[in-house]
Structure formats: C-alpha cells, structure tokens
C-alpha cells in the first residue's frame, strides 16, 4: 500500500515548466487585424478599390466642361508641290512657307439628350517667304451644337449605371476585408489545433513514461503481467510518432499563417483559445435586412437589371439609322495683321443634317434587338435565381451560428467530463484498481473531447465571420461594418 501511495505522489506531483520569453502569444483578433493591414489579399482588395475610383473620376470627368488648346506650330513647309494649269496639264512649283494655327476649343457633354456644345476661338497665321508675303485667318469667336437623332445615348446610361458601379465597389472592399477574416480564421485554427494536438502528444508521452514506470514497479513487485508492460512500451512508441506528427503539422500550419498574414516569423508563436462571443439570438430577417442594404451582390442585381436594358435601349439605338443635326454660328475674318482679324469680322452660320438610313438589312437590326431583348429576359430569370440563393445561404447561415453555440456549450461539457474521468482513471490504476485497456480508452476519450472542442471552437468561429461576409454587420458591436 506504501508502494502505491509513493508512485501515485510521484506521477501527480506537478512538475514546474519554463516558458521562453521569446514567445509571442497571439489571438484571433489580433492575427486578423494584422492580415488586414499587412496581407496581400489586403493590398489586393485596395489596389481594386482604388482602381474603381479613378474609373468612377474618369467617368465623372465626362460630364465636366472640357477645354483643350490646339494647334501647329509650326507648320514650316519647304519643297515642290504639282499645280493644275488651265489646259489640263500639270506643273512643280516650289513652295516655302509657314502655315501656323492656333485653336482654343470649349466643348460640354449634355447627358440628358446626347448632344454636345461647343465653342472655339481661332487664329492661322500664312508666311509666304518667297513672296514675302503674311495673311491672317480667325474666328474670334464661334458656338454650335451637335445632337444625335433617334440614337442611343450613352452618357445617359453611364449615369445610371456608374453610381452603381461605385457603391458596388465599396461594398466589395468591405466584403473583401471579412474575407480576409474568414479565411485567415481557417489557418488560425488550423494551428491551434496543431498546437493543441503537440500538447496532447507531449503529455501522452510524458504521462505513458510515468505509467510505464509504475508499471515496471508492480511488474518487479509480481502484481501486473510481462503482456501489460509490453502493451505499454507500445503505446510508448505510438506516442512518440504522435509527437513527430504533430510537429510536422504544427510547422506546416505555421507556414500557412505566415504566408497569408505576411507576419514575420522570429519568435515562435502562441495562439490563445478564443472564447465564444455571447450576443443574443440571430434572426434571419434581420441579416437578410442588413444584407440587402450593405452588401455588394445586392447592388448588382439592380446593375445587371440596368445593363440588361441598357443593352435593349443600345440595340435600338443603333438600328442602322443615323442622324446628325449640327448647327454653329460665330464670326469669321481675313486679314494682313492679327489685329485686323477682330476689326468687323464677319458672321458666319452653317446648319447640316447628315443622314444615313439602311434600305435593306435583311432583318439584321431587328436580330440585335430580339437578341438583347431575350439576354435582357436570361439576365431577369439570372438575377431572381440569385436573389433565391442570397437568401437560402443566409437563412442557412443564420442557422448554423444559432446551432454551433449549442453545439460549442455541448463539447466544453464533454470536454471536462472526459478530463475528470481521465484524471480519476489514472488514479485508479496506480492504486491498482483499474486495468491498462480501460485506462487507455480514457485516455484516448480525453483526447478526442479536447479535439472536437477546438473543432467546434472553429465552427463557431467561421460560420460568424460568415455571417459577417454574408450581410456585412457586426453583431457584436451591433453596427453596420465600415472600413475607410
């Protein structure tokens, strides 16, 4: 009995263990927000916002007065050029001149009817060198306007349609940051639960060396048999690969962290169980609120809706009729001095309508607008299948999240009453009250609950930043998901 009473002090005798200094411990949060900042998903997802940006300015900058100054300066001019004679025949004349000119050009898009305004001051200057001659040609001022009939008008469109574009991207980027949530949640617990599974591994060994020894002892003593020993140097054996394995996956999965957060590797790293966030009950109908008013797909249902019909309106549009109206007016002169250009100049006008209308077609206008019309109708069927899968997905989300917080409450549960059995199933055999095969199922029972609480740890955990993607909200906070 005071063999037993010593073994059992020596196995549960807690031994002290040196922590390095050097070691980082880390949580989830803290890993996300490094991959948000640091990431190249991260840097990514700003390179496209910032893309669409300069897009949305570009098309902004089409509705703004544009003004250009052009010219020829100079227009130097030195060699032969053939003239028609009066009979007919031709002959080379030398030529050497300058022909200069200088225009400062006003134009304004109009959305509304896709037409555009403009106006232009000119001045040409012509130096004859061999005659020694100047002469100067202007339009001190002149306006006109030109208007396409019966088209399609793109810039109307492109009004529709680009604010849409823009908040889409927005959205994008929000959605592209929880993503990175999402995604860096999964290598988070991929090395937790390579951690946990060493820590497992190095306490199975440990603890299979100390029975092993107790078990020497009573084998000496007469009081287990040779096959029990062996039995034990065998879950010796499997515990030390156990160790290897979890090493090996445990650097593996260190690697993965490290190359999707860009985190410097250095000091080894811990990371700490998160615990699960206790907020009230998700309803459905409020993600799928939140989800429509934030999310990017939402937005680009109504866009592909808009595009569908701007392909319709573009399809008429340009059904083989074009027609042009322009109309300009201003003043114009000639003169042998800059000044005298704006001396009395004179009016000039000019109205065209340029027309080109298909006589026959063989039906290809009204191909292209059946066929946009019947992609429009695909994209409708298309957007409603999509709005359905929106919804199930969320809806399906909603549920999982509510499920794996009971189901996380269970294995925590699970997981303590396996580490009590353990605990008593260790005592019980070195007092010699239990056999080998039963303290080996408690041990592996003790191993399994810690494992499925990590895993269950991770469900919780990725179908929240789920949650999160799918309706950009934070329920935690209880506000919308910002990201500036």
């Known amino acids: 009995m005071m063999t037993s009473i010593l073994v059992f002090i020596c196995f549960f005798m807690p031994h002290p263990s040196v922590a390095s200094q050097d070691t980082i411990r880390l949580s989830l949060s803290q890993v996300i927000d490094s991959?948000?900042?640091?990431?190249?998903?991260?840097?990514?997802?700003?390179?496209?916002?910032?893309?669409?940006?300069?897009?949305?300015?570009?098309?902004?900058?089409?509705?703004?007065?544009?003004?250009?100054?052009?010219?020829?300066?100079?227009?130097?001019?030195?060699?032969?050029?053939?003239?028609?004679?009066?009979?007919?025949?031709?002959?080379?004349?030398?030529?050497?001149?300058?022909?200069?000119?200088?225009?400062?050009?006003?134009?304004?898009?109009?959305?509304?009817?896709?037409?555009?305004?403009?106006?232009?001051?000119?001045?040409?200057?012509?130096?004859?060198?061999?005659?020694?001659?100047?002469?100067?040609?202007?339009?001190?001022?002149?306006?006109?306007?030109?208007?396409?009939?019966?088209?399609?008008?793109?810039?109307?469109?492109?009004?529709?349609?680009?604010?849409?574009?823009?908040?889409?991207?927005?959205?994008?980027?929000?959605?592209?940051?929880e993503k990175i949530a999402l995604v860096v949640t999964g290598y988070y617990f991929d090395l937790l639960l390579a951690q946990v599974n060493l820590q497992i591994a190095e306490t199975n060994l440990k603890n299979t060396l100390k029975i092993l020894t107790i078990a020497e002892l009573k084998f000496e003593l007469g009081k287990v048999a040779k096959n029990e020993i062996l039995q034990l140097k065998?879950?010796?054996?499997?515990?030390?690969?156990?160790?290897?394995?979890?090493?090996?996956?445990?650097?593996?999965?260190?690697?993965?962290?490290?190359?999707?957060?860009?985190?410097e590797s250095g000091s080894p790293v811990v990371l700490q169980m998160p615990e699960a966030i206790n907020f009230m009950q998700v309803a459905a109908e409020r993600v799928l609120e939140e989800a429509?008013?934030?999310?990017?797909?939402?937005?680009?249902?109504v866009r592909r809706i808009a595009e569908a019909n701007r392909?319709?309106?573009?399809?008429?549009?340009?059904n083989g009729l074009i027609a042009n109206l322009k109309v300009n007016a201003g003043f114009s002169n000639a003169a042998g001095s800059v000044f005298d250009i704006y001396r009395s100049p004179k009016a000039q006008q000019s109205v065209q309508m340029q027309l080109s209308i298909p006589i026959l077609d063989w039906g290809r206008s009204k191909s292209r607008t059946k066929t946009a019309e019947a992609n429009a109708q695909f994209v409708t069927y298309a957007v409603e299948q999509d709005k359905q899968i929106f919804k199930q997905e969320i809806i399906t989300q909603v549920t999982l999240i509510n499920m794996m917080k009971d189901q996380l409450v269970l294995t925590a549960r699970a997981e303590n009453i396996a580490a009590e059995k353990y605990k008593i199933a260790s005592e019980r055999y070195v007092l010699g009250n239990l056999g080998i095969t039963e303290l080996s199922?408690?041990?592996?029972?003790?191993?399994?609950?810690?494992?499925?609480?990590?895993?269950?740890?991770?469900?919780?955990?990725?179908?929240?930043?789920?949650?999160?993607?799918?309706?950009?909200?934070?329920?935690?906070?209880?506000?919308?998901?910002?990201?500036?």
């Open 311 to 318: 392909d319709i309106a573009k399809a008429k549009g340009e």
């Open 234 to 263: 065998l879950e010796q054996l499997n515990a030390e690969k156990a160790v290897g394995t979890a090493k090996r996956d445990m650097e593996i999965a260190t690697l993965n962290l490290y190359s999707y957060t860009a985190m």
């Open 35 to 177: 991959a948000k900042r640091n990431s190249i998903a991260a840097k990514q997802a700003v390179t496209v916002r910032e893309t669409r940006y300069w897009e949305w300015r570009s098309f902004k900058a089409d509705y703004q007065p544009q003004l250009a100054l052009e010219g020829t300066l100079p227009g130097y001019n030195k060699s032969y050029t053939q003239v028609l004679q009066p009979d007919g025949t031709i002959i080379f004349q030398p030529i050497h001149n300058d022909n200069s000119s200088l225009a400062l050009n006003f134009s304004q898009q109009i959305a509304a009817t896709g037409g555009k305004i403009y106006g232009t001051t000119q001045l040409q200057r012509f130096n004859d060198f061999d005659r020694n001659n100047v002469l100067y040609n202007g339009i001190p001022y002149g306006i006109g306007y030109t208007q396409p009939i019966l088209q399609f008008i793109k810039l109307k469109w492109d009004k529709k349609i680009e604010p849409l574009k823009l908040n889409e991207s927005k959205q994008s980027y929000i959605e592209a940051q």
């Open 292 to 301: 429509y008013a934030n999310r990017s797909d939402a937005i680009a249902f």
């Open 441 to 484: 199922i408690a041990f592996q029972e003790n191993d399994r609950a810690k494992r499925d609480y990590v895993a269950s740890l991770r469900d919780f955990w990725e179908a929240y930043y789920q949650l999160r993607y799918l309706s950009l909200y934070d329920f935690e906070k209880n506000e919308k998901i910002i990201y500036k």
